[in-house]
C-alpha cells in the first residue's frame, strides 16, 4: 500500500491535476508531499522543482481562460458599478514588477511559509519590507538578505537548519492548515485592490474586484504546496506574462494601424 506521503504517480495527467487541485481547495492539506521529488533533497527540491513548460503553460491557460470567460467580467461589472479605475498604465507596462518583482515578492509573503512555518518569524518581516518597498533599491536589498538567511544555514550545513519543528507544534498546524491556506489566499487578492483607484466604491463591491487574483491564489497555493515555492514564482509570471503581452501587442498593433 502507498502512504499518503507519496504521490501514486509522479507524472500525473493535467486532468489528474486538476482533480487534485480542486480536490484540494475543498480541503487543503499538506500531504502527499511535492510531486516529481523522487530521493532529491526537500529544501533544494523547493525551490529548484522538476517542471514541464508545457504543464505551466495548461495551468496559465486555464486561468486565463476563468478569469477571461467568467471572473473577469464579475470584476468589470463590480468597477463600473463602483467607479473604480485601474491603475495600469497602457503607456508604461510594468514589465520587470509584473514578471520578476511580483512573482518573487508576493510569492514569498503569502505561500513561502505555508511549508516553511520555522522560517516564518525572522524571514517573512523581511519579504513583506520587500514587497512594500517594491522595485527599488532598497527592496532589492530586503531580497537578498532574505535569501541570504534562507540559504546559508543549508549551504553550510548548520546542524539547526534542517531540525524540524517540535511534533506538537506540527501537529497543530497540520490541523489549523485550511484556514492558513485560505487566509493566505484572501489577503494575497485583498492586496491587489491597491491596484485600482476605488473611489467612492461600496466595500460590498472590494471582494468582486479582486475574484481572478482570488482564484489564482489558490491556484498558486497548491502548487506551491505540492510542488514547491520555485513551481508558483514561475507560474505567477507566466500568469502575469500572457495578459501583459496581448496588451502590448494590441497597443503595437493600433499604432501601425494609425500611421
Partial sequence: MLSRQTPSNPHPTF??????????????????????????DGYWCDWFPQLRVGRLLQWALL???????????????????????????LENIPWMTALLWAPIAEELV?????????HVWWLLPLAVAAML??????????????????WVPYAAAWPTARQPLPWAWRRSYVHGFPWVFHASSLVFSGVHLYNFN????????????????????????WLRVRRGIGASILLHAVFNGG????????????????L
Fill in 110 to 118: 503569502f505561500r513561502w511559509g505555508l511549508r516553511r512555518l520555522k
Fill in 133 to 150: 518597498s517594491g522595485p527599488s533599491f532598497t527592496g532589492g536589498l530586503l531580497l537578498a538578505a532574505f535569501f541570504m538567511l534562507a
Fill in 243 to 258: 495578459p501583459l503581452l496581448l496588451v502590448w501587442l494590441a497597443l503595437q498593433a493600433a499604432g501601425d494601424m494609425a
Fill in 63 to 89: 486561468m486565463w481562460a476563468v478569469n477571461l470567460l467568467f471572473l473577469g467580467p464579475i470584476a468589470v461589472m463590480a468597477a463600473g458599478l463602483g467607479g473604480a479605475t485601474h491603475r495600469l498604465d
Fill in 198 to 221: 476605488l473611489g467612492q466604491t461600496p466595500i460590498w463591491l472590494l471582494p468582486l474586484l479582486v475574484l481572478p487574483q482570488w482564484a489564482t491564489g489558490m491556484l498558486l497555493g
Fill in 15 to 40: 486532468r489528474a491535476e486538476l482533480r487534485d487541485f480542486l480536490s484540494f481547495i475543498r480541503n487543503p492539506r499538506l500531504a502527499p508531499r511535492p510531486m516529481d521529488r523522487g530521493l532529491r
